[in-house]
């Protein structure tokens, strides 16, 4: 499995922009960012193929977050701008050595780091 560990999270107001990093032990074929709300299920928020460079988004986030690896230092990163309360969630990074990445399911993904608490105040 891949080690993953993020970090980036905070407490914002609403329109404000945060960065999440992902340091990875390595790089698979598939990364991403989910989120998980109280009371809700796990949700894709973003993902990437690695070899490709091809980025697919979730619906609630298109427009305002991107997906950016550092391959020098096996860092994902997930920017998201215009924050809204809605966005509140534990963000976490999940790697998986193949699969349909970008349809954002989480069964695909096998690896997963701690996860980094979001709070986005109104």
């Known amino acids: 499995q891949v080690r993953l560990v993020e970090s980036g999270g905070g407490s914002v107001q609403a329109g404000g922009t945060l960065r999440l990093s992902c340091a990875a032990s390595?790089?698979?074929?598939?990364m991403a960012w989910f989120r998980q709300a109280p009371g809700k299920k796990r949700e894709g928020v973003a993902a990437?193929?690695?070899?490709?460079?091809?980025?697919g988004f979730a619906d609630s986030v298109r427009g305002r977050a991107t997906i950016s690896p550092d391959n020098a230092k096996l860092t994902l990163y997930l920017r998201m701008d215009s924050l809204k309360p809605e966005d509140t969630a534990m963000y976490y990074c999940?790697?998986?050595?193949?699969?349909?990445?970008?349809?954002?399911?989480?069964?695909?993904?096998?690896?997963w780091g701690q996860g980094t608490q979001v709070t986005v105040s109104s």
């Open positions: 999940a790697a998986a050595r193949g699969g349909f990445c970008l349809r954002l399911d989480p069964n695909t993904y096998d690896s």
């Open positions: 390595e790089y698979t074929t598939c």
């Open positions: 990437i193929i690695t070899t490709r460079n091809s980025v």
